[in-house]
């Protein structure tokens, strides 16, 4: 069972944001390349060892770290002015993590073209929860400027 940690200062909490965003990037570009991969693979372009069994494989591994991750993302105890944008991160991180296990499910789901119709939408709402993320982000760092004044 995780703990909250002691409440985190303005200044911290941005911070801390920031480091996140840095490695959510690295996790957005990956399930980015396990999309475009897969629909390669479908359509036969791709390389002889690449197959929709080892990247699924892949996927999950990656799924796991990434849940992870957001796990300790969700431990920041944010300062009382930035609770309720903290709050809705913490939503739209939760619907991304969502539609990335919903990518991870249909491997196991029917054919190429059902596959291929599923990545598709769940990546349109994964870009749809990165916009989200990045408004956000966008609140705090005006946040941070008027506090600065």
Known sequence: ???????????????????FLERFIVFETV????TRTSKNIIKGRCLVGENLESLNEYFQRNLRVFKQFIDQATLLNP??????????????????????????????EGDELNLYQKLTTSRQQQKSDRTRISELLNQIAVFKTQAVK
């Not at 309720?84 to 991304?96: A, G, K, P, S």
């Open 79 to 108: 300062p009382k002015e930035l609770r309720e944008i903290n709050r809705q991160l913490q939503l739209v991180m939760t619907d991304y993590v969502s539609s990335a296990e919903a990518m991870v499910t249909a491997f196991n």
């Open 31 to 34: 399930f980015s390349e396990y």
């Open 1 to 19: 069972m995780s703990v909250k940690a002691d409440q985190l200062s303005t200044q911290e909490y941005i911070v801390r944001w920031n480091q």
